[in-house]
């Protein structure tokens, strides 16, 4: 499998982005995306992009879901290019963490993962009969953080807020 990541400069790890905002790398994005079961999937239906809550697991470097017949099913038997995003944030705190996977999304069977080791760690939470399963294999993949106290180390440090890229939120 070839991964490609967002073409950014190289930056230290932890390296701070406008203001508080880190740039996260590529073993930390995909640590996260492997701490959650909640995601989003961006289709594009009618060349409009449609974004729908599925349940998720990790496995092998790949995302999977399983699905009805419709839209996103629809989207993986065409082998389309899709939008998968994670995050947590803690609106207490006002933090927390954003991961994006540009990827292709394909059926495939059970029998095709397992490999002998039993069936994926994922049942749909939407009642009905949801049997098919979807693998989202991740093309590119980048991640934002939000810390606050990274910020104020920095300021300590005399470092300052960090170089900007124009990013104000977190969005990709």
Known sequence: MSRFTLSVPALEKGALVDNGLELL??????GLLGS??????????????????????????????????GTKL??????????????D??????????????GRAGPVSEAEVANGSGSLPVTAWAPGERDHLVKVTIEMISGRRIRHEA??????DGLGPGSGDGVSDMSH
Request: charge should be negative; charged fraction near 20%.
């Open 36 to 69: 959650e079961g909640i995601g989003r999937i961006g289709v594009s239906v009618a060349a409009l992009p449609v974004i729908l809550p599925v349940n998720y697991c990790v496995h092998d470097g790949a995302i999977f879901f399983r699905t009805a017949a």
């Open 25 to 30: 790398t590529e073993e930390q994005c995909l």
């Open 74 to 87: 629809h989207a993986a038997s065409d082998r389309t290019i899709v939008a998968f995003e994670v995050d």
């Open 89 to 102: 944030v803690d609106p207490v705190e006002h933090s927390g963490w954003s991961v994006l996977v540009i």
């Open 151 to 156: 910020m104020a180390d920095r300021a300590l």
